[in-house]
Protein backbone atom coordinates (compact mmCIF):
# COMPACT_ATOMS: atom_id res chain seq x y z
CA UNK A 1 0.00 0.00 0.00
CA UNK A 2 0.71 3.73 -0.40
CA UNK A 3 1.80 5.33 3.28
CA UNK A 4 2.89 8.57 4.36
CA UNK A 5 3.38 9.77 7.88
CA UNK A 6 3.95 12.73 9.38
CA UNK A 7 3.28 13.98 13.30
CA UNK A 8 0.21 15.46 13.58
CA UNK A 9 1.22 18.83 15.24
CA UNK A 10 4.65 20.69 17.02
CA UNK A 11 4.67 23.60 18.58
CA UNK A 12 7.61 26.10 18.52
CA UNK A 13 9.20 29.65 19.20
CA UNK A 14 10.33 32.27 17.27
CA UNK A 15 13.78 32.45 16.31
CA UNK A 16 13.60 28.60 16.79
CA UNK A 17 14.76 25.82 14.43
CA UNK A 18 12.45 23.28 13.88
CA UNK A 19 12.68 19.61 12.28
CA UNK A 20 9.33 18.21 10.47
CA UNK A 21 9.83 14.58 9.80
CA UNK A 22 8.50 12.84 6.85
CA UNK A 23 8.47 8.52 6.46
CA UNK A 24 6.99 6.92 3.36
CA UNK A 25 6.26 3.73 2.08
CA UNK A 26 5.18 4.09 -1.54
CA UNK A 27 4.93 1.52 -4.79
CA UNK A 28 7.17 4.12 -6.85
CA UNK A 29 9.19 6.67 -5.72
CA UNK A 30 10.20 9.95 -8.14
CA UNK A 31 10.55 12.53 -6.21
CA UNK A 32 9.39 13.62 -2.86
CA UNK A 33 8.05 17.65 -2.29
CA UNK A 34 7.13 19.87 0.73
CA UNK A 35 4.07 22.57 1.04
CA UNK A 36 3.11 25.02 3.12
CA UNK A 37 -0.42 25.53 2.86
CA UNK A 38 -2.02 28.02 5.62
CA UNK A 39 -5.61 27.25 6.61
CA UNK A 40 -8.20 28.16 3.92
CA UNK A 41 -5.36 28.48 1.10
CA UNK A 42 -4.21 26.32 -1.51
CA UNK A 43 -0.62 24.47 -0.62
CA UNK A 44 2.31 26.50 -1.77
CA UNK A 45 6.03 24.65 -3.35
CA UNK A 46 8.53 24.81 -0.70
CA UNK A 47 11.32 22.28 -1.94
CA UNK A 48 11.28 19.37 -4.16
CA UNK A 49 13.89 16.22 -3.55
CA UNK A 50 14.49 13.16 -5.93
CA UNK A 51 18.53 12.95 -5.38
CA UNK A 52 19.82 12.11 -1.42
CA UNK A 53 20.86 14.46 0.73
CA UNK A 54 19.85 18.04 1.65
CA UNK A 55 18.66 21.19 -0.73
CA UNK A 56 19.30 24.40 0.97
CA UNK A 57 17.27 27.55 -0.04
CA UNK A 58 16.95 30.31 2.47
CA UNK A 59 15.55 29.45 6.24
CA UNK A 60 13.80 26.16 4.79
CA UNK A 61 16.00 22.94 3.86
CA UNK A 62 14.87 19.15 2.68
CA UNK A 63 16.71 16.28 3.00
CA UNK A 64 16.24 13.03 1.70
CA UNK A 65 17.15 9.43 2.41
CA UNK A 66 15.50 7.12 -0.41
CA UNK A 67 17.31 4.30 0.82
CA UNK A 68 15.35 4.76 4.39
CA UNK A 69 12.60 6.65 3.13
CA UNK A 70 12.87 9.25 5.56
CA UNK A 71 12.73 13.13 4.70
CA UNK A 72 12.69 16.15 6.54
CA UNK A 73 12.06 19.79 6.24
CA UNK A 74 14.22 21.92 8.33
CA UNK A 75 12.96 25.76 9.25
CA UNK A 76 15.39 27.81 10.65
CA UNK A 77 14.82 31.49 12.16
CA UNK A 78 11.35 30.62 12.75
CA UNK A 79 8.42 33.42 11.83
CA UNK A 80 5.37 33.88 13.17
CA UNK A 81 4.24 33.87 9.42
CA UNK A 82 5.40 30.09 9.43
CA UNK A 83 2.59 28.91 11.79
CA UNK A 84 0.84 26.81 9.11
CA UNK A 85 0.63 23.31 8.17
CA UNK A 86 3.14 21.07 6.07
CA UNK A 87 2.51 18.64 3.89
CA UNK A 88 5.01 15.97 2.67
CA UNK A 89 4.05 14.18 -0.78
CA UNK A 90 5.22 11.83 -3.09
CA UNK A 91 5.60 11.53 -6.74
CA UNK A 92 5.27 7.65 -6.81
CA UNK A 93 4.32 7.36 -10.79
CA UNK A 94 6.83 7.50 -13.55
CA UNK A 95 4.06 8.18 -15.90
CA UNK A 96 2.51 10.90 -14.47
CA UNK A 97 3.13 12.98 -11.24
CA UNK A 98 0.30 11.87 -9.39
CA UNK A 99 1.04 12.99 -5.64
CA UNK A 100 0.28 10.81 -2.37
CA UNK A 101 -0.15 13.50 0.39
CA UNK A 102 0.80 13.38 4.05
CA UNK A 103 -1.95 14.74 5.92
CA UNK A 104 0.52 17.07 7.24
CA UNK A 105 1.68 18.56 10.12
CA UNK A 106 0.46 21.25 11.63
CA UNK A 107 3.33 24.02 12.99
CA UNK A 108 2.33 26.73 15.49
CA UNK A 109 5.31 29.65 16.24
CA UNK A 110 4.73 30.75 19.17
CA UNK A 111 6.22 34.23 20.87
CA UNK B 1 0.72 36.82 -12.44
CA UNK B 2 -1.28 33.85 -11.58
CA UNK B 3 -0.62 30.66 -13.37
CA UNK B 4 -3.24 28.34 -12.11
CA UNK B 5 -6.14 30.32 -11.59
CA UNK B 6 -9.06 28.51 -9.88
CA UNK B 7 -12.78 30.01 -9.82
CA UNK B 8 -15.23 30.53 -8.12
CA UNK B 9 -12.68 31.17 -4.85
CA UNK B 10 -15.20 29.98 -2.35
CA UNK B 11 -19.08 28.68 -3.82
CA UNK B 12 -22.30 28.18 -2.37
CA UNK B 13 -24.61 24.96 -3.58
CA UNK B 14 -27.68 23.74 -2.84
CA UNK B 15 -28.12 19.77 -1.92
CA UNK B 16 -28.60 17.77 -4.77
CA UNK B 17 -27.97 21.03 -7.25
CA UNK B 18 -25.15 20.65 -10.12
CA UNK B 19 -22.32 22.58 -9.51
CA UNK B 20 -18.96 23.12 -11.94
CA UNK B 21 -15.94 24.36 -10.96
CA UNK B 22 -13.33 25.64 -13.06
CA UNK B 23 -9.37 25.74 -13.21
CA UNK B 24 -7.56 27.11 -15.94
CA UNK B 25 -3.85 27.57 -16.52
CA UNK B 26 -0.90 29.82 -18.26
CA UNK B 27 2.00 27.13 -17.77
CA UNK B 28 1.17 24.89 -20.69
CA UNK B 29 1.36 22.10 -18.89
CA UNK B 30 0.40 18.89 -20.21
CA UNK B 31 -1.31 17.20 -17.08
CA UNK B 32 -4.42 18.92 -15.11
CA UNK B 33 -5.29 17.56 -11.79
CA UNK B 34 -8.10 17.64 -9.21
CA UNK B 35 -8.03 17.19 -5.53
CA UNK B 36 -10.28 17.00 -3.03
CA UNK B 37 -9.25 18.36 0.86
CA UNK B 38 -11.48 18.11 4.14
CA UNK B 39 -10.79 20.13 6.90
CA UNK B 40 -7.33 18.73 8.74
CA UNK B 41 -7.12 15.97 5.79
CA UNK B 42 -4.99 15.15 3.17
CA UNK B 43 -5.38 16.13 -0.28
CA UNK B 44 -7.12 13.05 -2.11
CA UNK B 45 -6.36 12.92 -5.64
CA UNK B 46 -10.04 12.36 -8.17
CA UNK B 47 -8.72 12.06 -11.36
CA UNK B 48 -6.33 13.73 -13.84
CA UNK B 49 -6.33 14.79 -17.64
CA UNK B 50 -2.81 13.43 -19.36
CA UNK B 51 -3.31 15.53 -22.19
CA UNK B 52 -6.92 14.37 -23.57
CA UNK B 53 -6.78 11.46 -21.95
CA UNK B 54 -9.31 11.26 -18.51
CA UNK B 55 -8.04 8.90 -16.03
CA UNK B 56 -10.05 7.91 -12.84
CA UNK B 57 -8.98 7.15 -9.21
CA UNK B 58 -10.55 3.73 -8.41
CA UNK B 59 -12.35 5.22 -4.86
CA UNK B 60 -13.64 8.63 -7.15
CA UNK B 61 -17.61 8.33 -6.56
CA UNK B 62 -19.60 8.61 -10.04
CA UNK B 63 -21.12 12.06 -8.67
CA UNK B 64 -17.66 13.56 -9.98
CA UNK B 65 -17.31 13.80 -13.63
CA UNK B 66 -14.43 15.71 -15.17
CA UNK B 67 -13.92 17.93 -18.68
CA UNK B 68 -10.56 19.56 -20.03
CA UNK B 69 -11.98 21.09 -23.77
CA UNK B 70 -8.58 22.53 -24.47
CA UNK B 71 -5.32 22.52 -22.56
CA UNK B 72 -5.48 25.81 -20.61
CA UNK B 73 -8.96 25.09 -18.71
CA UNK B 74 -10.34 21.78 -16.97
CA UNK B 75 -13.81 21.54 -14.91
CA UNK B 76 -14.90 19.54 -12.18
CA UNK B 77 -18.81 18.49 -12.23
CA UNK B 78 -20.30 17.37 -9.32
CA UNK B 79 -23.66 16.15 -10.51
CA UNK B 80 -25.51 15.84 -6.85
CA UNK B 81 -23.75 17.55 -4.39
CA UNK B 82 -24.40 15.80 -1.02
CA UNK B 83 -23.29 17.45 2.38
CA UNK B 84 -20.25 15.34 2.82
CA UNK B 85 -19.15 16.53 -0.43
CA UNK B 86 -18.68 19.81 1.21
CA UNK B 87 -14.75 20.92 0.69
CA UNK B 88 -11.55 22.57 -0.68
CA UNK B 89 -10.87 21.40 -4.47
CA UNK B 90 -7.66 21.98 -5.56
CA UNK B 91 -6.96 22.23 -9.32
CA UNK B 92 -3.04 21.09 -10.18
CA UNK B 93 -1.19 20.95 -12.94
CA UNK B 94 2.42 19.63 -14.01
CA UNK B 95 4.57 19.35 -16.93
CA UNK B 96 5.49 15.16 -17.38
CA UNK B 97 8.53 14.89 -19.53
CA UNK B 98 9.96 17.90 -18.03
CA UNK B 99 13.07 17.85 -16.20
CA UNK B 100 12.92 20.73 -14.50
CA UNK B 101 10.66 19.57 -10.94
CA UNK B 102 10.86 22.78 -9.33
CA UNK B 103 8.32 25.46 -8.85
CA UNK B 104 6.82 26.50 -11.48
CA UNK B 105 7.69 23.88 -13.82
CA UNK B 106 6.93 21.08 -11.89
CA UNK B 107 3.97 20.27 -9.63
CA UNK B 108 1.76 24.01 -9.26
CA UNK B 109 -1.78 24.31 -7.68
CA UNK B 110 -4.17 26.87 -8.19
CA UNK B 111 -6.04 29.12 -5.21
CA UNK B 112 -8.40 26.69 -4.34
CA UNK B 113 -12.49 26.26 -4.55
CA UNK B 114 -13.59 26.17 -1.12
CA UNK B 115 -17.65 24.57 -2.17
CA UNK B 116 -20.28 24.93 0.53
CA UNK B 117 -23.30 22.71 0.57
CA UNK B 118 -26.63 23.94 1.68
Known amino acids: GQNIDQPTEMTATEGAIVQINCTYQTSGFNGLFWYQQHAGEAPTFLSYNVLDGLEEKGRFSSFLSRSKGYSYLLLKELQMKDSASYLCAVDSSYNTDKLIFGTGTRLQVFP | DAMVIQNPRYQVTQFGKPVTLSCSQTLNHNVMYWYQQKSSQAPKLLFHYYDKDFNNEADTPDNFQSRRPNTSFCFLDIRSPGLGDAAMYLC?????????????????FGSGTRLTVV
Open chain 2, 92 to 108: ATSRVGGTDRTFPYGYT
